[in-house]
């Protein structure tokens, strides 16, 4: 099979699309043939050698992928030919992944495996911030960072899906314009007072603040209301300061830290959740955004995350034929696809999300 893999650590240029031994799957495994391949930016951490990485050289990347049951290792209710997909199983950049069965997720028929591998783990790291992290009510008013980023996008459409008033921060103007499509009915830039303008979009402070860049952490303080939540879910533009426990007594206001895998914890919590996410696609209510393309080998995907802020990115597999034919480029959300011939159905789609979007 071929696989992005890395022998040592560092920028895109120590990856290689190589043959490795096709996988065999042990008992309790399904071995996946990948059709839509995601590159997070976790990955790109992992490549550099400061983010926790499983195996050894060469190491494979990738941990998010969709495609089909080849085998399976042990008596399982997964069988061959069967569509999966999965969003936390190591060496997802290769032809072939073994896969625990706990952490596949079936596919609907109605949902490509481009749509699954640009949702799943965006789509579930927004969806727990609004079920779990703070349970959002109908009526209350939400502060979402970088609203125009991956993450941000899908979790500004669940906001209004379930009844909220959303304001967006984005670093620039043509970020705002993709917020506000997306549904959110205030949008400021991080280079102006957007403090001034939550109080404004919502008299006292909004109800809830959902932080992912993590240096804006005490800023999102001042814009939440008295006895109002700051839901804390990344540090894409670095470290947030300590906070002061008076700051949060003396506004009688909470402080949650969030993370998708201590939520993930079973298949059946995947598979419900992530149904979940599926009937809102279905329906038209939740929209996967999707900008960009890359080749199936992923170094043109890494190479566009050299930016000093961090990039998420999706990519899915394409022929040989088009991986030759098509040339790479970079947005905010892509992904590639397996097909026969070089036509424009056969190239990758991949997400990127810049951390102040």
């Known amino acids: 099979m071929k696989a992005l893999c890395f022998d040592t650590f560092g920028g895109p240029e120590v990856l290689s699309y190589r043959d490795l031994p096709d996988p065999r799957p042990a008992p309790g495994q399904a071995l996946v043939r990948t059709r839509a391949i995601g590159l ?3 990955d790109v951490y992992r490549r550099r050698g400061n983010y926790h990485l499983q195996g050894a050289p060469p190491y494979v990347a990738g941990y998010e992928a969709a495609g ?3 085998s399976v290792g042990s008596v399982s209710q997964f069988r061959a030919g069967e569509r999966v997909a999965f969003a936390d199983s190591p060496f997802a950049n290769a032809e072939l992944v073994v896969v625990p069965y706990e952490r596949l997720i079936r596919l609907p028929d109605d949902v490509d495996f481009e749509t699954a591998a ?8 927004a969806q727990y911030l609004v079920r779990d992290s703070h349970p ?3 009526g209350q008013s939400v502060l979402v960072h970088a609203a125009a980023g991956g993450v941000g996008l899908l979790l500004v459409q669940l906001a209004r899906l379930l009844g909220g008033h959303v304001m967006g921060v984005v670093s620039r103007p043509e970020k705002a314009e993709t917020a506000q499509k997306a549904g959110a ?3 400021a830039l991080y280079d102006d007072d957007w403090v001034a303008t939550a109080q404004r979009f919502a008299p006292g402070g909004v109800d ?6 993590g240096t804006t952490l005490p800023k999102s303080f001042e814009a939440v209301r008295k006895r109002g939540h700051v839901v804390f879910f990344g540090m894409a533009g670095g470290e947030p300061p300590p906070v002061d426990p008076r700051v949060l007594m003396d506004g009688s206001k909470s402080l949650t830290g969030g993370d998708l895998w201590n939520v993930l914890t079973n298949a059946s919590e995947r598979q419900h959740r992530a149904d979940e996410l599926f009937e809102w696609v279905r329906s038209g209510r939740l929209k996967v955004r999707i900008d960009a393309r890359f080749p199936r080998d992923g170094k ?10 961090p990039t998420e990115t999706r990519v899915e597999p394409a022929t040989r034929a088009c991986d030759a034919l098509r040339p790479a480029c970079a947005s905010s959300s892509s992904v590639l696809r397996r097909s026969p011939c070089p036509s424009s159905s056969a190239c990758s789609r991949v997400r990127t999300r810049p951390p102040r979007s």
């Open 185 to 187: 009915e205030t949008v």
């Open 68 to 70: 089909i049951v080849e």
């Open 208 to 213: 809830v603040v959902y932080d992912s860049v």
């Open 40 to 42: 997070n930016f976790a």
């Open 118 to 125: 640009a949702l799943l783990l965006q789509g579930l790291t």
């Open 300 to 309: 043109a995907a890494h190479a566009s995350t050299r930016a000093t802020n």
């Open 136 to 138: 959002l009510a109908r």
